[in-house]
C-alpha cells in the first residue's frame, strides 16, 4: 500500500510559480511512475505530466510543455512539479498518483493504482 500526499498548492497572480509536492510512503517508489493529473470545475481530470521511475523520462502536456518540471526525488520519496509563467487556465486542483505501469500507458488515468488527496492552485489574472 502506498499513500500520497499533495502539498504545496495556492494562490498566485499570472506569470508567478508555484512548486507542488507528493511525499510517498511505503517502500519501493522508485519502482513507480508518478505523474500529476488536474481537475478544473467543470472539467474532466486531465494529464500534465510524467515521470519515469528512474527519473530519466518525462513526459509533459502541450498546455503545460516548457512552463512546467517534474522531478522526483527517489531518496526523500517524493515527487514535484514546479510550474513557471502561470496562466489563469491552470487554475484546478491537481492530483499526483502512482502507477505500477509501463511508461507507455503513463497518460492514462486508469493505469495509476494510487492518488493524493488533491492540493488547489488559483491563479488570478
Known amino acids: 500500500q502506498v499513500q500520497l500526499v499533495d502539498t504545496g498548492g495556492g494562490l498566485v497572480q499570472a506569470g508567478g510559480s508555484l512548486r507542488l509536492s507528493c511525499a510517498a510512503s511505503?517502500?519501493?517508489?522508485?519502482?513507480?511512475?508518478m505523474g500529476w493529473f488536474r481537475q478544473a470545475p467543470g472539467k474532466e481530470r486531465e494529464f500534465v505530466a510524467a515521470?519515469?521511475?528512474?527519473?530519466?523520462?518525462?513526459d509533459y502536456a502541450n498546455s503545460v510543455k516548457g512552463r512546467f518540471t517534474i522531478s522526483r526525488d527517489n531518496a526523500k520519496n517524493t515527487v514535484y512539479l514546479q510550474m513557471n509563467s502561470l496562466k489563469p487556465e491552470d487554475t484546478a486542483v491537481y492530483y499526483c498518483?502512482?502507477?505500477?505501469?509501463?511508461?507507455?500507458?503513463?497518460?492514462?488515468?486508469?493505469?495509476?493504482?494510487?492518488w493524493g488527496q488533491g492540493t488547489q492552485v488559483t491563479v488570478s489574472s
Open positions: 511505503g517502500r519501493a517508489f522508485s519502482i513507480f511512475v
Open positions: 515521470i519515469s521511475g528512474g527519473g530519466s523520462s518525462t
Open positions: 498518483a502512482a502507477g505500477h505501469t509501463s511508461w507507455g500507458y503513463r497518460r492514462l488515468e486508469n493505469q495509476y493504482d494510487y
